[in-house]
């Protein structure tokens, strides 16, 4: 009887540090999540720097052409100056 009583408590502790474990996952998830979501916003020049360093990328894989990049560029540059 002692043996199983032993057997309980192992089985018990186990599966309280599982949900712990699983708990602090879910806390560290959310804190991640809003620190995302509450960051501020970058600012237009770095954004477009990005942008721009996206599209010279693109051009170097071939997937779009110089044409097109300066055009999409213009046009993000267009919308992410008018936000700021």
Do not use: C, W
């Amino acid at each position: 009887m002692q043996h199983k009583a032993v057997r309980y408590v192992i089985r018990s502790t186990a599966a309280a540090a599982g949900g712990l474990a699983t708990a602090a996952t879910s806390v560290a998830a959310a804190t991640l999540a809003a620190s995302i979501i509450f960051s501020p916003a970058a600012e237009a020049s770095s954004r477009l720097d990005g942008v721009h360093a996206d599209l010279a990328r693109a051009i170097a894989l071939n997937q779009i052409t110089e044409e097109q990049a300066a055009k999409f560029e213009s046009k993000l540059a267009g919308r992410i100056l008018g936000e700021a």
